[in-house]
């Protein structure tokens, strides 16, 4: 007898401990920041450069930038194969700070404008 108390207040004090305790959950929230924003995007004709970015989603991205960053963008253009079966590239880059975005956008559509007129120009 003195085995199956034993047992059934083990049993019990298992059962109990076992009960989920309401608990009040924490929630923290952090702010992401970008910084040091890096943009690379490689096309293969002009088709490519006016559909892969435009230029409010640029914008947007760069409103979400802590002020004083580095910002970094730039566009590499493939083209055909040299006669030694290496392919031939033309890079445009942009270097900038999150202070002078409005700087930086006019850059940006210089060179998406000028990687337009390197496939208009090949053809």
């Known amino acids: 007898m003195k085995t199956v108390f034993t047992f059934l207040g083990l049993f019990l004090a298992t ?3 076992s009960q989920a305790q309401n608990l009040e959950a924490q929630l923290t929230t952090q702010d992401t920041k970008i910084t040091n924003l890096s943009v690379s995007v490689t096309v293969d004709s002009a088709q490519e450069v006016a559909s ?5 989603d640029i914008k947007k991205i ?3 930038v802590e002020s004083n960053e580095d910002l970094t963008f730039e566009i590499t253009c493939n083209g055909d194969e040299v006669a030694n079966g290496v392919a031939s590239k033309v890079s445009y880059r942009v270097t900038g700070n999150s202070n002078n975005k409005q700087e930086f956008l ?11 007129t390197y ?3 090949k053809q």
């Open 119 to 121: 496939y208009d120009n």
């Open 52 to 56: 892969t970015f435009k230029m409010k």
């Open 106 to 116: 006019k850059m940006i559509k210089k060179i998406r404008k000028a990687a337009i």
């Open 15 to 17: 059962i109990n401990f």
């Open 62 to 64: 760069l409103d979400e």
